[in-house]
Every structure is written in structure tokens, then in C-alpha cells.
């Protein structure tokens, strides 16, 4: 019996590209590549236009379309995580529904996971349209978080991924709310290969993720894939408190040791509020250590993650 692949599509207002969408990859891919089972799982995000009317018009005319309609929009990382834990293939490609994605490299995808590779990564190259803002903004968040994360995340690397059904198992069991999808099948490891490509420009409608959402999301990461936030207090006082005490030493000696400086009863009141500044930073830090072991229990994650076990008994 033939493999099972699932495609994953989250959908946002996104009433016109559907159509589009489902012509372009029954046409390339779907009916061409009859080497594999198929079933399309398109996750409507709340959309507000008829979205939700166009998916239903396909899945009556074809059965391997399946559809989860959210009670409101919830975000595409939710919309994606859905599709993960309802997906039933040997493996599940996530891919958009405004054609940024091109459906020309899936085949690419294909063959890297049948080399065995379980985690298949579409990296952007160049994206037609994108604006200087968010140009600027993705490479300093790749190059933040990839300075202060314990987990490294490949640099322009997208949604547009294929997963093995272990990876899917594995990732559904990660239980945070807010999440980057991509970051969490980072964190997870397996072996993994890339696929490069050049961003279509969107077909229809506006992107759903606006600046606010996408500094939101890069926050979000930041919290969950680095404790240095946590501890900058701490590693700020151990600064302030090193100069200021410095500065304060120094004081001491050139004024009541030497007597060759003079310094006003301001400057000393202002050093020794400064050393003491540092000392309540370096409380906050301490603090900041025990909610960080508090973060690492709540957040739940797997100590360690098996990809395949042969013991015997």
C-alpha cells in the first residue's frame, strides 16, 4: 500500500487564493505524483470573508480534502499546530495558501525524505515584494536569537517543511501555548535537509501576519528559547556593581589615603547609590535564577527525544 502524505494549509481571508491555490497543486502535484496518497487539511483561522464557503465547495468535490474551521482566529502557529495533531500521513508537508510557497519544489521535498531525511526545511532565498522593514527586522532576530537561544534556528528558514510521522508524533506532544512552530521542530533535532527557494509574491489580500504580530511572535521566541532576559538583570548589577565599587575605591584612596583629589559629597552620595543599585540588581538576578528553573518545569518540555530504540530483553 502506498504512503500517506498530508499537506497542511492554514488559511486566513484568504477567499480568492484558495481556488487558485487547490487548481495549481491538483494540477502539479496531486495528479501527477500518483506514486503517494493524499489528503489536504486546510485549517480555516477564523477567516471573515467566505473562506470557509470556498473550502467546503471543494471538499464536496473532493474527498481528500479535509477541513478544520476554528471557532475564531487563533494565529497561524495554532492553525499549524492543528493540522500537525490531526494529520494522518506518513508525513505532513505544511505549505500557505497565497502561492508564496512554490507547490514546484514539493517533489524536491519528496525525495529528501525518501533519502531518509525527517525534517525537510524550505529556506527563502529572496522574497518578490517584501518590504525593507521586515527585510531588517528577520535578520536581526535571526541574528539575536541565534546569540542568546540555547537552540539554534536556521536563518530565513520557513513554515514550507515536510515532517516525518515521528517528527509529528514527537511534536505533538509539546504542550506550550505560545509557540513558533518552527523554533519547536528546530528544538526537536532529527535529521534534517534544506531546500532553497525564491518567495512567490502573494497572490491575493494582504499577509495576516502584520508587523505587531510578527515582533510579537519574535518576542514570544525570545522568552521561550532563551533564559537571558531573565538573567540580564542579574548581569547588569554585577556590572554596576563592579564599576561603581571600582569608581568608589578609587575615591577612598585619592581623597583620604593620598589627598591628592577632592570630590564633592554629591559625586560620593552618587557612587554609593549606584553600588547599591547593583546590589538590588543582583538580588532581582537570583530571583531571576529560581523562575527560570520555574520556566524550564512549567514549559514541560521532554528531557530527550528517541528516534528509534533497540534494546533487548
Not at 517584501?130 to 546569540?147: A, D, H, Q, T
Amino acid at each position: 500500500m502506498s504512503q500517506l502524505i498530508s499537506i497542511a494549509v492554514p488559511v486566513y481571508n484568504e477567499e480568492k487564493n484558495i481556488p487558485v491555490f487547490w487548481h495549481k497543486l491538483n494540477e502539479i502535484i496531486l495528479s501527477k505524483i500518483t506514486a503517494y496518497q493524499w489528503e489536504v487539511i486546510f485549517i480555516n483561522d477564523g477567516s471573515r470573508d467566505k473562506t470557509i464557503e470556498e473550502l467546503e465547495k471543494l471538499s464536496k468535490i473532493d474527498a481528500r480534502i479535509r477541513i478544520i474551521d476554528f471557532s475564531r482566529n487563533f494565529g497561524k502557529e495554532v492553525a499549524l499546530t492543528a493540522g500537525l495533531n490531526h494529520c494522518r500521513g506518513d508525513a505532513c508537508l505544511m505549505v500557505d495558501a497565497d502561492l508564496q510557497h512554490p507547490l514546484e519544489k514539493i517533489p524536491e521535498f519528496l525525495e529528501k525524505w525518501e533519502a531518509g531525511f525527517e525534517v525537510i526545511v524550505g529556506v527563502r532565498e529572496k522574497n518578490k515584494g517584501e518590504g525593507l522593514v521586515k527585510r531588517i527586522g528577520s535578520y536581526f532576530f535571526y541574528k539575536i536569537i541565534n546569540s542568546i537561544a540555547e537552540t539554534k534556528i536556521t536563518s530565513k528558514a520557513t513554515d514550507f517543511r515536510l515532517l516525518d510521522r515521528i517528527v509529528i508524533d514527537e511534536f505533538n506532544k509539546l504542550p506550550e501555548k505560545n509557540r513558533m512552530t518552527r523554533a519547536l521542530i528546530d528544538w526537536l533535532g532529527f535529521r534534517r535537509a534544506y531546500v532553497h527557494f525564491n518567495a512567490n509574491p502573494r497572490l491575493h489580500g494582504k499577509a495576516s501576519y502584520s508587523l505587531w504580530k510578527l515582533f510579537r511572535l519574535a518576542f514570544n521566541s525570545f522568552i521561550s528559547f532563551s533564559l537571558f532576559p531573565l538573567r540580564l538583570a542579574g548581569y547588569l548589577g554585577i556590572i554596576i556593581t563592579l564599576l561603581s565599587g571600582a569608581l568608589g575605591l578609587f575615591i577612598l584612596i585619592t581623597k583620604y589615603i593620598l589627598g591628592t583629589m577632592s570630590f564633592s559629597g554629591s559625586v560620593i552620595l552618587a557612587v554609593i547609590i549606584l553600588f547599591l543599585i547593583g546590589i538590588v540588581l543582583i538580588c532581582l538576578g537570583l530571583i531571576a535564577l529560581y523562575i527560570a528553573n520555574i520556566h524550564t518545569e512549567v514549559t514541560n518540555r521532554p528531557l530527550y527525544i528517541i528516534r528509534k530504540s533497540k534494546v533487548r530483553i
